[in-house]
């Protein structure tokens, strides 16, 4: 069953950025998914080994990290994000969703811990959102414990709802057909969907094809490498969306700051479709009860 928990949006306290006066129902929007690897840079295969400390132990160099990445993502509307901590000791206790909808200036922000090592790291997906959501949920997924689903719904319900799923996928291939099976189901009825992450698998795999068939899901571009960051050849990371969706521009980013490269993409939105408030409108980060 999942948790439905409230989302948050950034404190009163928090310095807001300058932001473009946005339309309070937009058409068009800008997404991007990045695996930022807790705010670790990673630029050789030497440096899983070199630096494979700075998965447990703090690191000088994460929040001056984590400020680039929230710098990429300013232009976004929605974003998915993988292997994020939750705040744990290696992260100086941060819950690293929220610095980044706070620097980045999004009004609204999730964040799901899917594996907690104690007090040292709480291994999570977020979402940043410039549009408050109706609902979110979280679903566990099927397999050995640490991954989950993050579910967002935008508008009411059924034919007038945006659903964004933010996922990160297991490293085994089995765990990955019985993941994607599960949430085909969740999504097969949909008729707008987002999906987007690190899902550990390329285009036409058995996995993806599974997830296809169930859904309306469409893989709009299979040739953007994301994985390693330094030497893409792998396309690990992905934006799937239904047909009712327009993709105007996709795109992997040529950012380096992880070892997975950021994937972006920009859609138009069917006029029936109203999102609600746009980021804030006043030039201000408002709170909310969680």
């Known amino acids: 069953m999942p948790t439905s928990t409230a989302t948050r949006s950034v404190a009163e306290s928090s310095p807001a950025p300058e932001l473009e006066q946005p339309l309070p129902h937009p058409q068009r929007l800008k997404l991007a998914s990045f695996n930022i690897q807790t705010g670790i840079s990673t630029s050789a295969d030497q440096d899983y080994i070199t630096g494979g ?26 974003v998915g994000l993988q292997e ?5 000791a290696r992260s100086q206790h941060i819950v690293q969703t929220q610095y980044l909808a706070e620097q980045a200036g999004f009004s609204h922000w999730h964040n799901q811990v899917n594996r907690r090592f104690g007090n040292i790291a709480l291994h999570s997906n977020g979402l940043l959102s410039r549009i ?18 993050l579910l967002a719904r935008y508008g009411r319900s059924g034919e007038e709802a945006l659903y964004l799923c933010v996922l990160h996928l297991a490293l085994s291939q089995k765990a990955r ?3 994607l099976g ?10 707008y969907v987002i999906l987007m992450g690190d899902l ?37 990371d992905h934006i ?4 009712g969706l327009g993709v105007e521009k996709a795109q ?16 138009s939105l069917p006029e029936h479709l109203a999102l609600g408030h746009h980021g804030p409108l006043d030039g201000t980060l408002r709170s909310a009860a969680p």
């Open 132 to 149: 408050k959501p109706d609902a979110v949920h979280d679903y566990k997924l099927p397999g050995l414990p640490g991954r989950g689903a």
């Open 182 to 191: 599960f949430v085909g189901e969740l999504l097969h009825d949909l008729p």
């Open 177 to 179: 057909l019985k993941q």
């Open 252 to 267: 992997v980013l040529n950012f380096a700051c992880s070892d997975h490269l950021p994937v972006a993409m920009e859609i």
């Open 84 to 88: 994020v901590d939750g705040g744990g």
């Open 240 to 243: 799937l969306v239904t047909p």
């Open 53 to 78: 400390w700075r998965h447990v132990l703090p690191s000088r160099k994460r929040l001056p990290n984590l400020l680039r990445i929230a710098q990429l993502l300013r232009p976004f509307d929605l």
């Open 200 to 236: 550990n698998c390329e285009p036409n795999s058995p996995e993806l094809n599974l997830l296809i068939h169930k859904t309306r899901l469409c893989d709009p571009v299979c040739e953007m490498k994301t994985f390693p960051s330094w030497r893409p050849h792998r396309m690990l």
